[in-house]
């Protein structure tokens, strides 16, 4: 069992930066796949960003490749999203996910993929 806690959303002015931080407690955390996705109003939730267990391997929308970047540090049981250059379509309210990956690099960007969810940040982008 995990259990995911997002915080550094906020207000921020387009062409700005944020920082998201994704909190794991729960065992074996070293051995999950963590994505990032978000929804807006009226809008479906979809998929942001993901990295492997290991770190080596990330994926991306294209929408936000170059400016948001995703990394962990498995000693902190933290995955982090550095999200620069922000839009006003960026806003939406941010949830990092986790599944269990160990050894494997292909990571899913199926919301459905994954089984522990936070409960979710806003960011929202005043143009």
């Known amino acids: 069992q995990v259990q995911l806690v997002e915080s550094g959303g906020g207000l921020v002015q387009a062409g700005g930066s944020l920082r998201l931080s994704c909190a794991a407690s729960?065992?074996?955390?070293?051995?999950?796949?963590v994505g990032w996705f978000r929804q807006a109003p009226g809008k479906e939730r979809e998929f942001v960003a993901s990295?492997?267990?290991?770190?080596?391997?990330?994926y991306y929308l294209d929408a936000v490749k170059g400016r948001f970047t995703i990394s962990r540090d498995n000693g902190k049981n933290t995955v982090y999203l550095q999200m620069n250059s922000l839009k006003s379509e960026d806003t939406a309210v941010y949830y990092c996910?986790?599944?269990?990956?160990?050894?494997?690099?292909?990571?899913?960007?199926?919301?459905?993929?994954?089984?522990?969810w936070g409960q979710g940040t806003q960011v929202t982008v005043s143009s």
């Open positions: 996910a986790a599944y269990p990956a160990a050894g494997v690099e292909i990571i899913s960007t199926t919301p459905r993929r994954y089984d522990y």
């Open positions: 729960g065992r074996a955390f070293s051995t999950y796949a």
């Open positions: 990295i492997s267990w290991s770190g080596r391997s990330t």
